[in-house]
Structures are given as C-alpha cells and as structure tokens.
C-alpha cells in the first residue's frame, strides 16, 4: 500500500488519479480549496482510506500545513500528485497583474512548495515519487494562452532539475503533459458554441480528445514501482498533438 498526497484532488484528473489509486489499494489524501466539493467526492468514493483536506496551496504556510495533516492521516507519505491547476485563455494586452499572480501562484509557486513540504517525509522511506501536471502548452505554446503556457513550461523545467536534484535521495519526479482533457476546466472553454467540442477534437491526429482516467492511468504509471528507472521524464498524453 502506497500513501499518496492528490493536489486538485476533488475533480478532473486529480479526482480520476486519487480513485485509481484507492482501487489499486493505496491510501490517499485529496486536497483542494473547495471544501463542499471535497466532502462530496468522500461521499461519492465512500473509502475509509480517502480523506479530504482543505488548503489553498498558493500559500507556503498553507503547503506545509496540509502536508503535515495529511501524513498523520496517511502516516507518512511515498507518492505526490500535483494536480492543482487553473486556466487562463486571454490576450496579453487583455492580461492583468491579478491574472498572471493566480497563475503562477496556483500553477508553479503551489507545485514547488508542494513538493518541498513533503521531500522531509519521502526521505524518512528512502525515496518517493512526484507527478507533476504540465501540459501540451507547456510544450509548443497555445495561442491568446501565454501565462498559462509559461507557468506549464515552468513546471516541465522544475521537473527536470529537481529530478537531477533528488536523483541522489531516491526521490523520482516525473510530469504528465496532456492535451485537452474534458474535465471541468475544459468544460468552462467549451460554453462559446454547439460545436466547440468537435472543433477542439477536429485538431487532435486522433480526432477526440482526452479522459480523464486516461491521464490517471499514466500518473499511475509514473508514480509507481513499475517505472522505477524513469526520472525527469515528461510523458505526453495528448492525442499527438505535440508529436
């Protein structure tokens, strides 16, 4: 049984990863900013080794609090998914200092202190593992997205150099880079027309785009044991849009 932390646990892909972990026997902690939200998933997932934990991770404090709280309920802590995210679809010249600070602080400054706080308890076991959330636009750039595509470039370096960093403690990090997800955060970029979800999966090689469960099956994938030898990697599961 392996003890996991899910940031952005309470939808999208953090909730699709936390339940594919519960269903392979592992412990796990969702945290999220929502507690209505929170609650609910324990209600709909009905596990005794599911908890939800509120904090808002654009805060160290906050980071380092939710961490402490969610070991005592894990009693420790092997595997952290970085899944908290928002999105931001707006011109440059349209963009505000309020827009880029929520970016980033939720995006980046959330995934780093996320990781800092738990690398005391992965050291007690020898080793972890981090999965982290990049995405397709931290790749190749999306149009009228650019803080949203820089604070996902960001998350692909900071996987990469903590992955050289950490190599030495046993500690893996790793990112998972999606395309276009139908989660609830796509669902709010679909509302402008009929037919905006076939012209979004219009662009994808496989003419669909992703679930995700789909995103949960390799975050699995790159937290466990069965990809011992990968660190620093950046899987794309995107449909081939980046191919």
Do not use: W
């Not at 893996?172 to 970029?189: I, S």
Request: charged share 25%.
């Amino acid at each position: 049984m392996k003890r996991v932390i899910v940031t952005g646990g309470t939808s999208g892909i953090g909730k699709a990863a936390a339940k594919l972990f519960l269903e392979h026997g592992d412990k796990v902690a969702i945290i999220g900013r929502d507690k209505t939200k929170g609650e609910a998933v324990e209600n709909e997932l009905k596990h005794n080794d599911l908890k939800f934990f509120s904090a808002d991770i654009r805060y160290v404090e906050e980071c380092e609090k939710v961490v402490k709280n969610a070991a005592n309920f894990l009693g420790g802590a092997d595997i952290l998914i970085n899944s908290a995210g928002i999105y931001l679809e707006k011109p440059v010249s349209d963009t505000d200092k309020k827009d880029f600070d929520d970016i980033m602080s939720v995006n980046i400054k959330g995934t780093f202190f996320m990781t800092k706080a738990v690398l005391p308890l992965f050291m007690q076991n020898n080793g972890g593992s981090v999965v982290n959330i990049a995405s397709d636009a931290g790749i190749r750039g999306n149009y009228g997205c650019s803080i949203y595509s820089a604070s996902k470039g960001a998350i692909v370096a900071l996987t990469k150099s903590l992955s050289l960093e950490l190599a030495s403690l046993n500690i893996r990090v790793n990112a998972v880079a999606p395309g276009d997800v139908l989660t609830p955060m796509t669902e709010a970029q679909l509302k402008s027309g009929d037919n905006a979800l076939d012209e979004m999966a219009a662009l994808y090689p496989l003419k669909r785009i992703g679930t995700a469960s789909e995103i949960a099956e390799a975050i699995f994938f790159l937290a466990s044991d069965k990809s011992s030898f990968t660190t620093g990697a950046i899987l794309s599961v995107d449909g081939g849009i980046t191919a």
